[in-house]
């Protein structure tokens, strides 16, 4: 009963860790200057937190998470690599546990300033201040930047000096005006103010160097995904990461007009051969992606047919097709960016590959 199963066919996502150092080292080409926060939230991007963030704790100067529990996991798994926390700390028992684990905090509020000026801690905080310069969703507004930063130079509980941060509304925008907007407003609110800054996540660091400053945050680019409409990874000298595979579980005859999948939408407009994968919503495959979706075959493109179901779903092998069931399919990988595939779905690239659930295999590599 405790014999690992045969592999049933089920999808998995391969994991390329020498990708992931090479992502890394590119990013270092394009701020040789700036240390690095590695962005390691949700599950690093889909691609497995602790694994991920065990391969890029040596080679970055800080890992980056949304959660007080996505730094619990790191720190309990013995990685001792600094880590920054983004959405937590909102109580003194929360500042307590972020200085016994020798996290960082970003601080994004009043309330929080008051939490840990109450926090009973074992040694002072490293305290990332975030003012809203624009992006107008967490962080400290232009009024309150001043008054804040004098509170947190006298508050005991913090380490000086004290980090200055914040975040970009359109960085992804070329012809936008509001990056170099923000970074003004930024640079006008902090004159003559003590501590690195850090501006630039991934779009940024790619097109805006101006902004790259003492620390860069990259998310995206580190898993070899393009943060820019239009441009693929390959385009920047990213290498994508994560390959998401499966294989066909059977290849039908089906007949012109008939219909495939709930709701019976699509009918083929000739007889042909279709091929049923074993990939679904359930494993983090959009329910909603469009028929004509392309997906590899044996290294050849197919089209999704029909609506996806949990499970499993299908595609136009075409009437002359050779595959048997066993055939590799690609959802997306180095061949098939996930790029390409997220826009034909209407969707962005950090929306899918976030999107695979805790049940999809993940096998890493390199």
Same mark, same amino acid.
């Given at each position: 009963?405790?014999?690992?199963?045969?592999?049933?066919? /089920?999808?998995?996502?391969?994991?390329?860790?020498?990708?992931? =150092?090479?992502?890394?080292?590119?990013?270092?080409?394009?701020?040789?200057?700036?240390?690095?926060?590695?962005?390691?939230?949700?599950?690093?991007?889909?691609?497995?937190?602790?694994?991920?963030?065990?391969?890029?704790?040596?080679? @970055?100067?800080?890992?980056?998470?949304? &959660?007080?529990?996505?730094?619990?996991?790191?720190?309990?798994?013995?990685?001792?690599?600094?880590?920054?926390?983004?959405?937590?700390?909102?109580?003194?028992?929360?500042?307590? %546990?972020?200085?016994?684990?020798?996290?960082?905090?970003?601080?994004?509020?009043?309330?929080?300033?008051?939490?840990?000026?109450?926090?009973?801690?074992?040694?002072?905080?490293? +305290?990332?201040?975030?003012?809203?310069?624009?992006?107008?969703?967490?962080?400290?507004?232009?009024?309150?930047?001043?008054?804040?930063? =004098?509170?947190?130079?006298?508050? &005991?509980? +913090?380490?000086?000096?004290?980090?200055?941060?914040?975040?970009?509304?359109?960085?992804?925008?070329?012809?936008?005006?509001?990056?170099?907007? =923000?970074?003004?407003?930024?640079?006008?609110?902090?004159?003559?103010?003590?501590?690195?800054?850090?501006?630039?996540?991934?779009?940024?660091? +790619? =097109? %805006?160097?101006?902004?790259?400053?003492? %620390?860069?945050?990259?998310?995206?680019?580190?898993?070899?995904?393009?943060?820019?409409?239009?441009?693929?990874?390959?385009?920047?000298?990213?290498?994508?990461?994560?390959?998401?595979?499966?294989?066909?579980?059977?290849?039908?005859?089906?007949?012109?007009?008939?219909?495939?999948?709930?709701?019976?939408? *699509?009918?083929?407009?000739?007889?042909?051969?279709?091929? +049923?994968? /074993?990939?679904?919503?359930?494993?983090?495959?959009?329910?909603?992606?469009?028929?004509?979706?392309?997906?590899?075959?044996?290294?050849?493109?197919?089209?999704?047919?029909?609506?996806?179901?949990?499970?499993?779903?299908?595609?136009?092998?075409?009437?002359?097709?050779?595959?048997?069931?066993?055939?590799?399919?690609?959802? *997306?990988?180095?061949?098939?960016?996930?790029?390409? @595939? /997220?826009?034909?779905?209407?969707?962005?690239?950090?929306?899918?590959?976030?999107?695979?659930?805790?049940?999809?295999?993940?096998?890493?590599?390199?």
């Amino acid at each position: 009963m405790n014999q690992t199963p045969p592999y049933s066919g /089920a999808p998995f996502a391969t994991i390329d860790l020498t990708a992931l =150092q090479h992502n890394v080292q590119q990013i270092r080409r394009w701020a040789p200057h700036s240390r690095m926060m590695a962005m390691v939230k949700a599950q690093a991007y889909g691609h497995g937190l602790l694994p991920i963030a065990k391969a890029l704790a040596p080679a @970055v100067e800080c890992l980056g998470v949304a &959660r007080l529990e996505e730094a619990y996991q790191c720190r309990a798994a013995g990685i001792t690599t600094p880590i920054t926390i983004f959405n937590s700390g909102s109580t003194a028992a929360e500042m307590a %546990w972020i200085a016994e684990h020798h996290c960082e905090l970003v601080l994004h509020s009043q309330e929080q300033l008051s939490a840990l000026a109450g926090a009973k801690v074992t040694h002072p905080i490293r +305290v990332w201040l975030k003012i809203d310069t624009g992006l107008h969703r967490l962080g400290i507004t232009e009024q309150q930047a001043a008054f804040v930063y =004098q509170k947190l130079l006298s508050c &005991r509980q +913090v380490q000086q000096p004290i980090g200055l941060l914040s975040h970009f509304s359109c960085a992804d925008e070329s012809a936008s005006t509001r990056t170099q907007q =923000q970074m003004a407003r930024f640079d006008r609110l902090t004159q003559g103010w003590q501590g690195p800054h850090s501006l630039a996540a991934s779009a940024a660091i +790619v =097109q %805006w160097p101006q902004t790259h400053r003492e %620390w860069i945050r990259p998310g995206l680019i580190l898993y070899g995904i393009s943060p820019l409409p239009g441009v693929l990874a390959a385009d920047l000298g990213l290498k994508p990461v994560m390959t998401l595979k499966s294989r066909l579980l059977a290849v039908r005859e089906h007949l012109a007009n008939a219909p495939v999948g709930y709701g019976a939408h *699509w009918r083929s407009l000739r007889d042909t051969q279709l091929g +049923v994968v /074993a990939l679904g919503y359930g494993d983090g495959y959009p329910r909603d992606a469009p028929s004509g979706t392309l997906l590899l075959v044996n290294g050849r493109l197919v089209p999704l047919v029909g609506r996806v179901s949990m499970d499993l779903l299908t595609v136009d092998l075409d009437p002359t097709a050779c595959e048997q069931s066993g055939a590799e399919v690609i959802a *997306w990988g180095p061949e098939l960016p996930v790029e390409t @595939v /997220a826009q034909s779905m209407g969707m962005s690239a950090y929306e899918l590959v976030t999107r695979l659930p805790n049940r999809m295999i993940r096998h890493y590599a390199g």
